[in-house]
């Protein structure tokens, strides 16, 4: 199984990003699929996750109404929008998979990207 992420650089304030996500060595549309975060000095942190059949998203908290993931299941590929960028988004993005309902803890899931850089500029 691989994951590659992509996408990232360094954007102004309150600009925007869109990061992919491309799956391949799985059986794409039935893995739950998130993107995590970690910033300089922190724990990796949930972003946001789509289901598998329902297709069904969650949100933490900080990013609720500036992201949006979603997933084309024909391409094996899952993205995230990121809009309204702010200072505190800087980090690392991974994304991740998992064959069942999936969480929002990194020990929840089975397989990671390599992750992508997203700096954000004040």
């Known amino acids: 199984v691989q994951l590659q992420a992509y996408g990232g650089g360094l954007v102004q304030t309150g600009g925007s990003l869109r990061l992919t996500c491309a799956a391949s060595?799985?059986?794409?549309?039935?893995?739950?699929m998130s993107w995590f975060r970690q910033a300089p000095g922190k724990e990796r942190e949930f972003v946001a996750r789509i289901k598998d059949g329902s297709f069904s998203t969650y949100y933490a908290d900080s990013v609720k109404g500036r992201f949006t993931i979603s997933r084309e299941n024909a391409k094996n590929t899952v993205y995230l929008q990121m809009n309204s960028l702010k200072p505190e988004d800087t980090a690392v993005y991974y994304c991740?998979?998992?064959?069942?309902?999936?969480?929002?803890?990194?020990?929840?899931?089975?397989?990671w990207g390599q992750g992508t850089q997203v700096t954000v500029s004040s």
């Open positions: 060595g799985l059986t794409f549309s039935r893995y739950t």
């Open positions: 991740a998979a998992v064959l069942t309902a999936g969480g929002y803890m990194r020990n929840d899931y089975s397989y």
